[in-house]
């Protein structure tokens, strides 16, 4: 197993998730599968290959710098479960 | 013990485009709140980011500004976190294979060059921004504006390389200058367009490791950022003496108790999974490019400063304010241009210009007087038109008004009068009437002589040339 419950607890706090128990369990077995098949992978010899992050040989892809038309505010923010004044609204939370 | 600092500073500048990094929505500042967005700055599932080439043209001059080598060959990374102004949960960044690295800037402090490192120049995009205080709900509720979500800034890394708060101060005004100078950043702190973050440790003068440094953030204004430093040396030199040791944290200034206090709260994991944007090709800056960048630089401001020593022969304080901003530099080289006189016309900008802005709060571009209008001024003073004292009169007349110099001259009767024999006439009469500081004169008394100006200058309102007075009072007085 390469992937401990803990690493599996850390994961969901990166990620701002909760999980019961059960479902621990079930991510912990299931990332280890993936790990595990990564490990596989890493076998293989990559030596002169370059580290890919695109497969399309296509490069710099721009827009002109030109205003467009933004969302209506109701729309922008319609899926917010909280808002007010034109905001969305979060529990409050405080830098210092 | 005696210590010294090592100065990392991260600095984060907002691009003057018009439309944010990947979507057309407008950066306005100060729009009604959540008015500029779209669902791509918004992150809605399934949306493409789109490059502004605007704001790689604007970085790009900023790397080579900066003497900075551009990678070739770019890309775009996720950095991710949660925090509410990211919307995303990510923050489209650049983290392997920056715009650009390993440039400089050179800094002068108490007359000694320092050449400080740059390690890297790149382009990310801006989060919302958060309100904690001043709506219906804050008590309770922290309210969020995604406007700013989406535009462009650059980051522009140094290398620790700095080692005092003054030094920290000159590196961050010479970098909003070039900032300014490239028009691509406003410079403005106050509004948030320009940040800087800090990283700092202290170590055993001369020493050369690196000990455990604080982060510092929160910093509203240049001042603010040399203070901040300040502080922390002091702090961090008082923990070490006592024999505690300094904690790696992130600590904010406090501008009102001018103390940097550790963050709370937001204690989350500095742990961000950077990987390449899927959704973003990559960005090949070729030579060419940056060639046709480079060749559409304008002139920087320490290469103008020097040309201002050399090309007008003023001093290096003159020069050094004058092009302290580019609008201020044309105004005076606009000025030169028809007075021919670049001493004078430093010494009207420099005193009484930006005195006068000062007091207005307003920058040259909106002075109510031409580069020109002060110039005829200058000129009127070099053919002995006026004096000296009374263009100070006329130069007011003209802020006020608006009018010409040589008009409020003729309509106030201020030419000076340079008739020999009326100032014979004027200096006979003031001599005569005062025989007690004559008999003084004639007794050795010579300090009377500037009694016998100041009368002469008072009768003729100011308007006779002092050279001129000075001359026959001397004769006047040394015959009678
Ligand atoms: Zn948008």
Redesign the interface.
Known sequence: MAITIKEVE?IA????LEFSPEEKERFTHQLSQIIDYMGQLQQLDTEGVEPT??I?P??????????????P?EE??KNAP?K????????????? | MDYEAVIGLEIHAQLL???KLF????TRFGD????????IC?GMPGVLP???????EFALRMAVALHCRTNP?C?FARK???Y?DLPK?YQISQYELPLAEGGYIDIEVDQTKKRIGITRVHLEEDAGK???EG????????????NRCGIPLIEIVSEPEIRTSEEAYEYLTQLKTILQYLEICSGNMEEGSLRCDANISIRPAGSSEFMTKTELK?MNTFRGVQRALDYEIKRQAEVVEKGGAIERETR?WDASQQVT?P????EE?H?Y?YF?E?D?????TDESWVEEVAHTLPELPTAKRDRFIREYEIPKYDAEILTQSSPLADYYEQCVGYCHNSKAASNWIMVEILRKLKEDNIDIEQCPLSPRALAELISLIDKGTISGKIAKEVFEDMYQSQRSASEIVQEKGLVQITDQEEIRRVVSQVVESNPKQLEQYRRGQTRVFGFFMGQVMKATQGKANPQLVNKILKEILDSS
Do not use: Q
């Open positions: 850390y706090r990166l990620a701002n992050s695109h399309i296509v490069s710099n892809v721009f827009r002109e710098d030109r205003v467009r038309p933004s969302l505010r922008s923010i909280d007010g004044e034109g905001f969305v609204k979060v529990p409050k939370f405080l830098e210092t | 485009t018009a439309s979507c057309g929505c407008s009604p709140p959540n008015h500029n967005t779209c669902p918004l789109v490059l502004n080439r605007k704001a790689v060959f890309r991710n976190y949660f509410p949960g958060l309100l904690h709506l219906t709900e804050s008590d309770s509720k922290s309210y969020i504006d995604f929160n904010l206090i963050m709370r709260g937001k994991e742990d999974r390449p899927p973003l090709v990559p960005l090949v």
